[in-house]
């Protein structure tokens, strides 16, 4: 995993740009994704100090994308993650192996104790992803989200460190 770069923007476009995957987002990941969508993400991420967001890259290539989101007040020893990977890149272990090192990163380096990421019911994949990387279903958060015209539950996954 590494920062984001502006020259990824092109390469952000072309696999963003995918109902597959904005489908199980929320709406302010946008679709159509366009190459703009891609720059005003970049520059966003590069000046945040409460969100760390990556790259995720296989043999130099930009396969997805993974964040934590860093809370504030009394929730601010927790930090909420979000991810994606290019549908060409899926079920090749990518998006666990991510979750697995940014969450480990987060209790090693940043003095996180509690990741969390809501996962729409539907998302199995993505429930998985979670389960395989050590996250436990704390709960189910009835007709949390609504989503492309449709009320969905939504599933708080969550992973303690020590
Ligand atoms: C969810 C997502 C990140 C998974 O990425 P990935 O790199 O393919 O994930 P992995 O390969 O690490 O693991 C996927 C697991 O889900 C399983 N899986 C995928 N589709 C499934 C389905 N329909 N039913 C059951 N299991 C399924 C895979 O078999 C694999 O599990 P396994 O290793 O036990 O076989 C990717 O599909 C994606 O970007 N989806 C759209 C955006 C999204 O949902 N983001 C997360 C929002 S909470």
């Known amino acids: 995993m590494r920062p984001l770069q502006m020259e990824d923007d092109n390469h952000i476009m072309l696999i963003a740009n995918d109902y597959d995957v904005a489908c199980f987002l929320r709406d302010s990941f946008p679709f159509p994704y366009s190459l703009d969508h891609a720059r005003e993400f970049i520059t966003a991420t590069a000046g945040s100090d409460t969100s760390h967001v990556y790259g995720i890259m296989i043999d130099g290539s930009l396969t997805g994308v993974i964040g934590l989101i860093l809370q504030e007040d009394v929730y601010?020893?927790?930090?909420?993650?979000?991810?994606?990977?290019?549908?060409?890149?899926?079920?090749?272990?990518?998006a666990t192996a991510a979750v697995e090192g940014i969450t480990e990163d987060a209790f090693e380096n940043k003095g996180i104790k509690r990741v969390f990421a809501s996962v729409?019911?539907?998302?199995?994949?993505s429930a998985r992803v979670l389960e395989k990387a050590g996250f436990t279903h704390e709960g189910t958060r009835?007709?949390?989200a609504y989503k492309n015209g449709v009320?969905?539950?939504?599933?708080l996954y969550a992973r303690l460190g020590n």
């Open 76 to 94: 601010r020893y927790s930090a909420e993650l979000g991810y994606w990977v290019g549908k060409k890149y899926w079920g090749r272990g990518i």
């Open 120 to 125: 729409f019911a539907p998302n199995i994949a």
């Open 142 to 144: 009835k007709k949390a």
């Open 151 to 155: 009320f969905e539950d939504e599933l």
